[in-house]
């Protein structure tokens, strides 16, 4: 059963990955910004993360959650200034 749970952990993560790229592509061939579509995306990851590193217990894995979430944070700062348009 465990084996079976992976898999569709995989294929759910595959399946947002996939949705992640479709949406970026069309909105970047529609010339808008798409750094709130990645920032959804490494926030998907920390939660990720957190769980294998809860699982595991290696420490690799909450470093790599902390970086995705300081990356989302940094992802979510462009955008807003790039939508103010100002300072």
Do not use: P, W
């Not at 970047?28 to 998907?44: A, E, H, N, P, R």
């Not at 990851?45 to 894995?61: A, L, Q």
């Amino acid at each position: 059963m465990n084996k079976e749970k992976e898999l569709i952990m995989q294929f759910g993560n595959l399946t947002f990955l996939f949705s992640i790229v479709i949406s970026a592509t069309y909105r970047m061939k529609k010339g808008l910004d798409t750094d709130d579509i990645f920032s959804v995306y490494c926030l998907y990851c920390v939660g990720d993360y957190v769980i294998k590193y809860k699982k595991s217990g290696k420490k690799r894995y909450i470093a790599i959650a902390a970086l995705s979430f300081v990356n989302a944070i940094l992802l979510m700062l462009i955008h807003n200034k790039k939508q103010n348009k100002c300072c």
